[in-house]
């Protein structure tokens, strides 16, 4: 009946808001995460609507999201990301630019009426997407912390973090931020994104298109860049380096920092005169592990060793025992030795 009338009673949609630190330290209201609390009835109707949605949609649809997707992960982000990098770094005359960019409270910003619209365009039926329009507005919420609890407020926007649709809508409202560019990529796990700039001859001009673009696009959406968190890291292997690149646009309009190194996704990558190395082990049947080193001398080295592995370029996690699980792959092995010249690793 409730998807016969696209109406969801008042009281499923009843929300308790309890904040949850980000952080040990809590320095403002930022550093909490608002997460809701709704009815057990509620959640699994959410469930029954989310199958039929998924159903309802193709599966090739927004490719490069890997968050909230089966069979999809953070490594999976992250191996593309490498592998988009490394496959372009192994041209002559390249670099890579990277911008991570990290929204502020992407979840509560979404407009309700302009997810409507992109769901009718991916052909959901009208009755479904008037529920969905009802199911995000006129929410009453309360925010509670420990004991007390604030007087109810009715909210109009946004998709409440905890709801169990929230993940699916917050996926279909940016399945359309895409590269406008072939040179570039986008890659989105949730709400943290990334944009590949591919540059060849010192040339920018497509990838500056493309934050730019990307910029327009969040305005459109409603959607705000925390520039405390947006950052830019370059990825330049060649000897004469540029002597300077200048940012994507002005510091007003995206609020990236150049950084020299960059956790993305749980792994630190850093530019510079660093590797980056694809590793092909026997035990692993043939399966391609990409890992990322911190090691810049190569002066220390070894180069003797036998059962010497072929890789493209470097990856090590050289006298940093403490930091090997945050390596990509399956068990401990990690590589010991290195012979620049020749482009080969000592597998021990």
Request: aromatic share 8%.
């Amino acid at each position: 009946m409730s998807l016969l009338q696209s109406v969801v009673p008042t009281c499923f949609k009843e929300t308790i808001i309890v904040p949850v630190p980000k952080k040990t330290k809590i320095l403002c209201l930022n550093d909490y995460r608002p997460v809701a609390l709704t009815s057990t009835i509620m959640k699994c109707f959410e469930r029954l609507v989310k199958s039929f949605i998924t159903s309802s949609i193709p599966d090739s649809l927004d490719p490069l999201q890997f968050a909230y997707r089966p069979n999809r992960s953070t490594e999976d982000a992250i191996t593309l990301t490498l592998h988009t990098a490394l496959s372009h770094l192994d041209q002559r005359d390249t670099y890579v630019r990277m911008l991570f960019i990290d929204y502020s409270s992407a979840f509560n910003t979404i407009v309700p009426s302009k997810l409507v619209t992109k769901l009718r365009d991916l052909g959901l039926n009208s009755a479904l997407c008037d529920w969905i329009l009802n199911f995000l507005t006129g929410r009453p919420q309360a925010v509670r912390m420990g004991s007390t609890t604030s007087s109810t407020l009715t909210l109009n926007t946004g998709a409440p973090q905890g709801c169990v649709l929230s993940p699916l809508l917050y996926s279909l409202f940016t399945h359309d931020c895409v590269a406008t560019h072939s040179s570039n990529t986008i890659v989105k796990f949730a709400d943290d994104t990334t944009i590949i700039g591919l540059i060849t001859g010192n040339d920018e001009t497509t990838y500056r298109e493309e934050v730019r673009a990307l910029t327009s696009w969040c305005q459109d959406n409603n959607l705000h860049l925390n520039v405390s968190k947006t950052k830019e890291l370059i990825v330049d292997f060649r000897r004469r380096q540029r002597e300077e690149h200048a940012p994507p646009l002005h510091q007003r309009d995206y609020g990236g920092r150049r950084v020299s190194s960059f956790r993305f996704l749980g792994v630190h990558i850093r530019g510079g005169m660093y590797s980056i190395v694809k590793v092909v082990h026997p035990e692993l049947k043939g399966q391609v592990e990409l890992l990322l080193t911190l090691v810049e001398d190569h002066e220390h080295l070894s180069s003797e060793g036998d059962d010497v592995l072929q890789v493209r370029r470097l990856t090590a996690q050289r006298d940093q025992p403490d930091r090997r699980n945050e390596l990509p792959m399956s068990g401990q092995l990690f590589l010991q030795d290195f012979v620049p010249d020749k482009q080969e690793a000592h597998w021990k």
